[in-house]
Protein backbone atom coordinates (compact mmCIF):
# COMPACT_ATOMS: atom_id res chain seq x y z
CA UNK A 1 0.00 0.00 0.00
CA UNK A 2 2.81 2.63 0.72
CA UNK A 3 4.24 1.94 -2.76
CA UNK A 4 1.07 2.72 -3.98
CA UNK A 5 0.33 5.39 -2.23
CA UNK A 6 3.70 7.26 -3.02
CA UNK A 7 2.75 6.15 -6.40
CA UNK A 8 -0.59 8.38 -6.34
CA UNK A 9 1.24 11.42 -4.66
CA UNK A 10 3.44 11.70 -7.24
CA UNK A 11 0.94 11.58 -9.64
CA UNK A 12 -0.57 14.35 -7.92
CA UNK A 13 2.69 16.20 -7.07
CA UNK A 14 3.58 16.07 -11.51
CA UNK A 15 0.10 17.29 -11.96
CA UNK A 16 0.50 20.85 -9.30
CA UNK A 17 3.66 20.98 -11.15
CA UNK A 18 2.34 21.13 -14.60
CA UNK A 19 -0.44 24.59 -13.87
CA UNK A 20 2.92 25.72 -11.50
CA UNK A 21 4.74 26.03 -14.94
CA UNK A 22 2.50 28.67 -16.37
CA UNK A 23 3.12 30.41 -13.65
CA UNK A 24 6.98 30.23 -13.33
CA UNK A 25 6.80 31.48 -16.72
CA UNK A 26 6.95 34.82 -17.64
CA UNK A 27 4.03 36.59 -17.89
CA UNK A 28 2.76 37.58 -21.65
CA UNK A 29 0.68 40.22 -19.93
CA UNK A 30 3.74 41.08 -17.63
CA UNK A 31 6.18 40.94 -20.63
CA UNK A 32 4.42 43.07 -22.91
CA UNK A 33 4.25 46.34 -20.71
CA UNK A 34 0.69 47.07 -20.24
CA UNK A 35 -0.37 49.12 -17.29
CA UNK A 36 -3.02 47.90 -15.41
CA UNK A 37 -6.15 50.00 -15.42
CA UNK A 38 -6.15 52.79 -12.98
CA UNK A 39 -4.19 55.92 -12.92
CA UNK A 40 -1.43 56.45 -15.20
CA UNK A 41 1.71 54.13 -14.86
CA UNK A 42 5.12 56.19 -14.10
CA UNK A 43 8.66 54.66 -15.08
CA UNK A 44 11.62 55.03 -12.29
CA UNK A 45 12.43 58.39 -13.61
CA UNK A 46 8.51 59.65 -12.82
CA UNK A 47 7.54 59.70 -16.59
CA UNK A 48 4.02 59.21 -18.00
CA UNK A 49 4.72 55.47 -19.80
CA UNK A 50 3.53 55.84 -23.20
CA UNK A 51 1.11 53.43 -24.53
CA UNK A 52 2.01 49.83 -25.56
CA UNK A 53 3.16 49.81 -28.92
CA UNK A 54 1.36 47.71 -31.86
CA UNK A 55 3.95 45.25 -31.86
CA UNK A 56 4.49 44.97 -28.27
CA UNK A 57 0.52 44.11 -27.74
CA UNK A 58 1.03 41.37 -31.47
CA UNK A 59 3.70 39.77 -29.26
CA UNK A 60 1.31 39.31 -26.61
CA UNK A 61 -1.37 38.31 -28.20
CA UNK A 62 0.60 35.28 -29.97
CA UNK A 63 2.21 34.55 -26.25
CA UNK A 64 -1.41 33.90 -24.94
CA UNK A 65 -2.55 32.26 -28.00
CA UNK A 66 0.28 29.52 -26.99
CA UNK A 67 -0.34 29.91 -22.81
CA UNK A 68 -3.98 29.20 -24.18
CA UNK A 69 -3.30 25.90 -25.41
CA UNK A 70 -0.96 24.78 -22.86
CA UNK A 71 -3.34 25.40 -20.21
CA UNK A 72 -6.62 23.75 -22.48
CA UNK A 73 -4.15 20.45 -22.23
CA UNK A 74 -3.38 20.52 -18.46
CA UNK A 75 -6.83 20.72 -17.77
CA UNK A 76 -7.59 17.46 -19.97
CA UNK A 77 -4.91 16.05 -17.99
CA UNK A 78 -6.50 16.92 -14.53
CA UNK A 79 -9.86 15.55 -15.81
CA UNK A 80 -8.31 11.98 -17.16
CA UNK A 81 -6.86 11.76 -13.67
CA UNK A 82 -10.69 11.38 -11.77
CA UNK A 83 -11.73 8.19 -12.79
CA UNK A 84 -8.45 6.94 -11.72
CA UNK A 85 -8.92 8.52 -8.45
CA UNK A 86 -12.41 7.36 -7.87
CA UNK A 87 -11.14 3.97 -8.17
CA UNK A 88 -8.32 4.21 -6.03
CA UNK A 89 -10.93 5.36 -3.36
CA UNK A 90 -13.49 2.56 -3.89
CA UNK A 91 -10.61 -0.15 -3.31
CA UNK A 92 -9.59 1.97 0.19
CA UNK A 93 -13.17 1.68 0.97
CA UNK A 94 -13.53 -2.20 0.15
CA UNK A 95 -10.46 -2.25 2.50
CA UNK A 96 -12.94 -1.04 5.18
CA UNK A 97 -11.20 2.46 5.38
CA UNK A 98 -12.13 5.92 5.98
CA UNK A 99 -12.42 7.27 2.71
CA UNK A 100 -14.72 10.48 3.28
CA UNK A 101 -11.77 12.82 3.18
CA UNK A 102 -10.48 11.75 0.39
CA UNK A 103 -14.33 11.85 -1.41
CA UNK A 104 -14.81 15.27 0.02
CA UNK A 105 -10.99 16.49 -1.40
CA UNK A 106 -12.15 15.10 -4.91
CA UNK A 107 -15.81 16.62 -4.67
CA UNK A 108 -13.90 19.89 -4.37
CA UNK A 109 -11.37 19.15 -7.11
CA UNK A 110 -14.38 18.90 -9.76
CA UNK A 111 -16.23 21.87 -8.09
CA UNK A 112 -12.77 23.72 -8.50
CA UNK A 113 -11.93 21.92 -12.55
CA UNK A 114 -15.50 23.11 -13.49
CA UNK A 115 -14.73 26.69 -12.24
CA UNK A 116 -11.73 27.00 -14.39
CA UNK A 117 -12.80 25.35 -17.49
CA UNK A 118 -15.59 28.82 -17.12
CA UNK A 119 -12.34 30.84 -16.90
CA UNK A 120 -10.38 29.32 -19.18
CA UNK A 121 -13.34 29.38 -21.91
CA UNK A 122 -14.12 32.93 -21.36
CA UNK A 123 -9.89 33.81 -22.06
CA UNK A 124 -11.28 31.26 -25.57
CA UNK A 125 -13.89 33.03 -26.17
CA UNK A 126 -12.14 36.43 -25.88
CA UNK A 127 -9.21 35.37 -27.88
CA UNK A 128 -11.80 33.98 -30.68
CA UNK A 129 -13.15 37.59 -30.86
CA UNK A 130 -9.67 39.22 -30.62
CA UNK A 131 -11.38 42.94 -29.75
CA UNK A 132 -8.67 45.30 -31.14
CA UNK A 133 -6.99 42.85 -33.35
CA UNK A 134 -7.68 41.37 -36.80
CA UNK A 135 -7.86 37.65 -38.21
CA UNK A 136 -3.94 37.12 -38.72
CA UNK A 137 -3.42 39.14 -34.59
CA UNK A 138 -2.37 42.63 -36.02
CA UNK A 139 -3.61 45.38 -33.98
CA UNK A 140 -6.24 47.31 -35.52
CA UNK A 141 -7.51 49.49 -32.09
CA UNK A 142 -4.42 50.14 -29.76
CA UNK A 143 -7.03 50.61 -26.84
CA UNK A 144 -8.89 47.76 -27.39
CA UNK A 145 -6.27 45.65 -28.50
CA UNK A 146 -4.62 46.78 -25.04
CA UNK A 147 -7.88 45.37 -22.96
CA UNK A 148 -8.12 42.27 -24.66
CA UNK A 149 -4.87 41.14 -23.78
CA UNK A 150 -5.33 42.39 -19.84
CA UNK A 151 -8.76 40.44 -19.72
CA UNK A 152 -7.41 37.01 -21.84
CA UNK A 153 -4.33 37.60 -19.16
CA UNK A 154 -6.49 37.85 -16.39
CA UNK A 155 -8.63 34.71 -16.96
CA UNK A 156 -5.76 32.68 -18.35
CA UNK A 157 -4.25 33.46 -14.64
CA UNK A 158 -7.53 32.57 -12.40
CA UNK A 159 -7.62 29.64 -14.14
CA UNK A 160 -3.95 28.25 -13.12
CA UNK A 161 -4.93 29.95 -9.57
CA UNK A 162 -7.78 28.16 -9.14
CA UNK A 163 -6.23 24.42 -10.42
CA UNK A 164 -3.21 24.86 -8.19
CA UNK A 165 -4.87 25.47 -5.25
CA UNK A 166 -7.79 22.04 -6.04
CA UNK A 167 -4.21 20.22 -6.60
CA UNK A 168 -2.48 21.56 -3.93
CA UNK A 169 -5.91 20.35 -2.17
CA UNK A 170 -5.72 16.77 -3.56
CA UNK A 171 -2.52 16.59 -3.05
CA UNK A 172 -2.93 17.13 1.15
CA UNK A 173 -5.34 15.26 1.28
CA UNK A 174 -3.87 11.63 -0.05
CA UNK A 175 -0.63 12.42 2.30
CA UNK A 176 -3.43 12.70 5.68
CA UNK A 177 -4.83 9.18 4.47
CA UNK A 178 -1.53 7.83 4.07
CA UNK A 179 -0.36 9.21 7.48
CA UNK A 180 -3.25 8.44 9.16
CA UNK A 181 -4.07 4.66 7.75
CA UNK A 182 -0.21 3.70 8.48
CA UNK A 183 0.10 -0.02 10.34
CA UNK A 184 1.00 0.81 14.09
CA UNK A 185 3.93 -0.83 15.22
CA UNK A 186 3.36 -4.52 15.81
CA UNK A 187 0.36 -4.74 13.48
CA UNK A 188 0.58 -6.83 10.24
CA UNK A 189 0.34 -4.79 7.23
CA UNK A 190 -2.69 -5.22 4.65
CA UNK A 191 -2.16 -7.70 1.82
CA UNK A 192 -1.01 -6.18 -1.25
CA UNK A 193 -3.78 -5.94 -4.46
CA UNK A 194 -3.57 -8.80 -7.08
CA UNK A 195 -3.74 -6.38 -9.67
CA UNK A 196 -1.37 -3.50 -9.68
CA UNK A 197 -2.95 0.33 -10.34
CA UNK A 198 -1.48 1.48 -13.47
CA UNK A 199 -1.46 5.98 -13.81
CA UNK A 200 -0.71 7.20 -17.06
CA UNK A 201 2.52 9.57 -16.65
CA UNK A 202 1.62 13.79 -17.30
CA UNK A 203 4.51 15.43 -18.17
CA UNK A 204 5.09 18.23 -17.05
Avoid at 32 to 47: C, F, H, K, N, V
Avoid at 102 to 124: G, I, V
Avoid at 178 to 200: H, L, Q, S
Amino acid sequence: MKHKMMKWLGVLAVLGMAFASIAAAPSPVDASGIPAPGSPPSDEAGMVQRPPRPEVLEQAYQRLLKALEAQKERLQRAEQQIPNWESKIAEFKKKGLDTSALEKALANFKDSLMKARQSHEEAARLLAQHPGFDENGKVVDLKQAAQTVRDVGKAIRETHRIMENATREMLRAFREFRRDNRPMPGEPRPPKPTVEGTIAPIEP
